[in-house]
């Protein structure tokens, strides 16, 4: 037998599911010779919008007689996949995982299958009860400071639309989809050329992923608030607000772009940091059946939920979308009492109504630098409690595009109903954002919409703030991931090194490889 990747499979749109048939039919392939058959990747091909076409890459297990297909430029023999490695455990100590986003958890899954029993410490609750507290806020506006959209188990990318798509190009990639389809994923997040899972399947994953970390002897502290350190020799104890203790020599510490009380802490008991920049802009909300138009043409009907994306450049500022969701809607994701935050959510089916999606402006440290590297924190709250006195009561900023492009204040909502669960506030922009991120918001939307058509149509919904798309500041590690505090790594979004979940998977995942790596062990 002989194992290929076939690649180059046009597929018109509605005839997806008879795959097999039309791969056989393109490569002269027999049905009954085929032993083996899975889909490498899927993309939609629509830059002609009277043909739009699947493009299709899939692995096959043939006899030895077509091994002539490897003459064609559109076959190529596969290359096994390179498993990984998990060595035994050597350090005396279990390993502390401070954080269980995505970082943390797929640190602590591949140390737990080393024999590591690690303990990992998650200020928030087991995701069962965070979805409650969640839905509790949404609700009623009541927040638990310490479980909520940012905080818990699963981390922030739980109440997200689940992307995982990376410009990151690791080696781990295809591992780590594999692992969330393992875990509970669709198996469409294996091929799908942007894959998501949404966070009705991630709230699963999350959940699974726990269970085997717990039964290869992990240990979870949930509720359970990191709050300090001590160096004592070659070894470190954290401290929990509880009065818990945790002695290791490996102190992995994965936080949410958000715990900035834990920032500031760790930035006092002396780990070096760095300034970063960071962006700050609005949410805005489409018709999804105006997108899947714009993206697809009259295939619309034929294909899952378009997105899209766009930058532009207003001076020395990038002004791009990000995050953008699919039949989502926009969430209230503050973390901290009497802020407004902003982002977006869609469970699988991509279903909603509206699309969303962030328009962000570059922020520079010239813009918020004035002699701290905690100065990218202040500078977020400023203007998270800036929307939030807005209207006093929980609702949002809000404005229309048509207005906004005018100088002018809608009054309400015209063909896109805003999907924010607290509510609109219409008023001016310029109360709770920067005078050049208003400018720049202002400049890039029709410059997005020729290159968009749609995008800045006068019924589209903007809702600010969103501040959170990455860290503001940076741990600063070395070659070996460790930070300025022997045994302390820093890992994931909130230290700096990632801007997504798949990024910060990897990242977490690298290091615990490197300190599990026997020429490691010290």
């Not at 400049?443 to 703030?465: F, S, Y």
């Amino acid at each position: 037998m002989i194992h290929l990747k076939l690649s180059n499979i046009k597929i018109p749109v509605g005839n997806e599911k008879n795959i097999k048939n039309l791969v056989c039919k393109q490569f002269k392939i027999r049905t009954e010779d085929l032993n083996g058959f899975r889909i490498v990747r899927q993309s939609v091909d629509a830059r002609k919008k009277n043909n739009v076409l699947y493009n299709f890459q899939v692995e096959v297990t043939i006899p030895d007689q077509y091994r002539s297909l490897l003459k064609g430029s559109d076959a190529t023999e596969c290359v096994p996949a390179q498993e990984l490695s998990y060595p035994k455990w050597a350090h005396h100590l279990p390993p502390v995982v401070v954080g269980f986003g995505p970082a943390g958890m797929f640190a602590a899954l591949y140390l737990a299958r080393c024999g590591a029993h690690p303990v990992i410490i998650e200020r928030g609750e087991r995701i069962e009860e965070r979805q409650q507290s969640v839905q509790r806020f949404l609700q009623t506006k009541m927040l638990n400071p310490n479980s909520n959209v940012q905080f818990g188990e699963g981390g922030a990318g739980t109440f997200s639309d689940g992307k995982l798509n990376t410009n990151v190009n690791s080696e781990y990639n295809q591992f780590i989809l594999n692992e969330f389809y393992q875990h509970g994923a669709p198996e469409s997040v294996t091929y799908q050329q942007n894959p998501h899972v949404g966070t009705d399947y991630l709230s699963k994953v999350v959940k699974n992923i726990r269970m085997e970390i717990e039964s290869l002897g992990g240990e979870f502290h949930f509720n359970t608030l990191f709050d300090g350190f001590e160096k004592e020799g070659d070894k470190l104890v954290a401290h929990c607000q509880d009065g818990d203790t945790f002695t290791t020599s490996h102190l992995l510490i994965g936080l949410g772009h958000s715990a900035r009380d834990t920032i500031r802490m760790l930035h006092g008991k002396g780990l070096l940091m760095e300034a970063k920049a960071f962006s700050i802009g609005v949410r805005m909300e489409h018709l999804q059946r105006d997108i899947n138009r714009m993206q697809y043409g009259p295939a619309a009907n034929l294909l899952p939920p378009a997105s899209y994306k766009g930058v532009v450049h207003i001076g020395n500022r990038g002004v791009y979308t990000f995050c953008m969701c699919p039949g989502g809607t926009v969430m209230a994701s503050a973390s901290e009492e009497g802020t407004i935050v902003t982002n977006g959510m869609s469970e699988h089916k991509r279903d909603k109504a509206n699309a969303n999606s962030a328009l962000l402006v570059s922020v520079l440290p010239e813009d918020f630098l004035h002699g701290s590297v905690l100065d990218g924190i202040e500078y977020q709250e400023k203007y998270e409690r800036m929307a939030f006195r807005m209207a006093g009561d929980g609702r949002a900023p809000g404005n229309l595009v048509g207005e906004f492009l005018k100088g002018q204040i809608a009054t309400r909502h015209r063909k896109v109903v805003p999907s924010y669960p607290h509510g609109l506030y219409y008023g001016d922009f310029s109360r709770c954002l920067p005078d050049y991120a208003v400018h720049a918001l202002r400049e890039a939307l029709p410059q997005l919409d020729r290159r968009l058509p749609g995008i800045a149509n006068v019924d589209t919904v903007l809702t600010g703030v969103e501040t959170r798309s990455s860290s503001p500041v940076r741990i600063i590690r070395n070659e070996e991931r460790i930070s300025s505090v022997s045994g302390i790594y820093p890992i994931g979004e909130g230290a700096g090194y990632a801007g997504g979940i798949m990024s910060a998977t990897i990242d977490g995942l690298k290091t615990a490889i490197s300190i599990a790596t026997p020429q490691n062990v010290r």
